[in-house]
């Protein structure tokens, strides 16, 4: 059975215990009770545990032993409760597995604060445990610590005002080889690779707009109307897209792996990049939230998207209507003294 660096503090630099999974959960289900301390004081005092069964909790040591027999996770202010992080790891086929509140969960101001625990068949070398890492941080939105190797976690302690949940699910510890994660986690590498050439072109140029309006003097442009009236995540679910963790999955996706990135460009302003192939948004650019309506809903006619939309905004439509008619009337003069001269 593997096992797992252990130590009554956080403070312990020798003399190491480990612990194993059977252990771990027992730990969980019951959790040790804590005198009234402040959290800081607490956290102190909390027993902690690394995702390897190296000697000792410095990196040097850490990434020469090179045996991680956890994977963990740290969600601190998730957009999850325990059921929706439970679907999660459902969807990546992930049956035993350990999630818990911390000492900050819903304390001074903090919202859901977890930790997650997986069990594995077998150890793993750095290289694949970052992987799957990066892609549960990805998927679960929380921090990535794939390249904290040393990173400790802190165990749960009862004092009294905690508010303490946990879920432990007792199903077949995680073969990696040939899994559902390893799949998705080789796959969001990809992504990311080539995603890097989009970012640099988002962050070192201003993207221009595929589509501009010819508007009179005094006119408001619809398409900015539209652009900062909306947002992706309003835009995206009215489209059947599903968020994962930063990511989303678009409709036609039959992958199920989030190939859908919102990339900030050098103006501030978040745009739709996509890698999947049966998206009919994925052409190869960043589009604004207008251009991606353009898209879905107007089969690339922009013009007739401006036309439609500016129904959205009556007081704006109105207002331009009537500095076009102005501007029609000024113009049959124009030619109208140009003949009588």
Not at 257 to 280: I, K, T
């Amino acid at each position: 059975m593997l096992k797992f660096l252990y130590a009554q503090s956080v403070t312990m630099t020798n003399n190491f215990n480990y612990l194993n999974w059977s252990e771990l959960t027992g730990l969980i289900k019951n959790p040790p009770q804590a005198s009234s301390f402040s959290l800081k004081e607490i956290k102190a005092r909390c027993a902690v545990i690394a995702a390897h069964d190296a000697t000792d909790k410095t990196k040097q040591t850490v990434m020469l032993h090179n045996n991680f027999t956890l994977l963990r996770l740290d969600l601190d202010d998730s957009p999850f409760d325990i059921a929706a992080i439970k679907d999660l790891l459902d969807q990546v086929d992930i049956k035993s597995y350990i999630v818990h509140t911390t000492a900050s969960h819903m304390q001074d101001g903090c919202s859901h604060r977890y930790r997650i625990y997986i069990e594995l068949v077998a150890a793993l070398s750095f290289d694949i445990w970052s992987l799957l890492e990066k892609y549960l941080c990805h998927l679960f939105a929380a921090d990535d610590c794939a390249t904290r190797s040393q990173q400790i976690m802190y165990l749960p302690s009862l004092f009294p005002g905690v508010i303490y949940d946990c879920n432990i699910s007792e199903g077949n510890a995680l073969q990696v080889d040939g899994s559902l994660l390893l799949d998705q986690a080789m796959t969001l590498n990809d992504i990311s690779m080539t995603d890097c050439a989009a970012v640099v072109e988002v962050k070192k140029k201003k993207v221009l707009p595929q589509y501009c309006e010819s508007l009179i003097a005094g006119q408001v442009s619809i398409i900015d109307l539209v652009n900062q009236s909306y947002t992706w995540d309003y835009v995206l679910a009215q489209y059947g897209y599903e968020q994962q963790g930063r990511h989303y999955l678009s409709p036609e996706s039959k992958s199920k792996m989030a190939g859908v990135h919102l990339l900030e460009g050098n103006d501030g302003q978040l745009r739709y990049y996509s890698h999947h192939a049966s998206d009919p948004c994925a052409t190869g650019r960043c589009l604004n939230i207008f251009e991606f309506i353009v898209v879905r809903e107007f089969n690339g006619d922009a013009k007739a998207a401006v036309k439609s939309l500016s129904n959205l905004f009556p007081e704006f439509n109105k207002h331009n209507l009537k500095l076009y008619l102005k501007h029609q009337q000024q113009q049959q003069i124009q030619v109208a003294m140009r003949v009588l001269s």
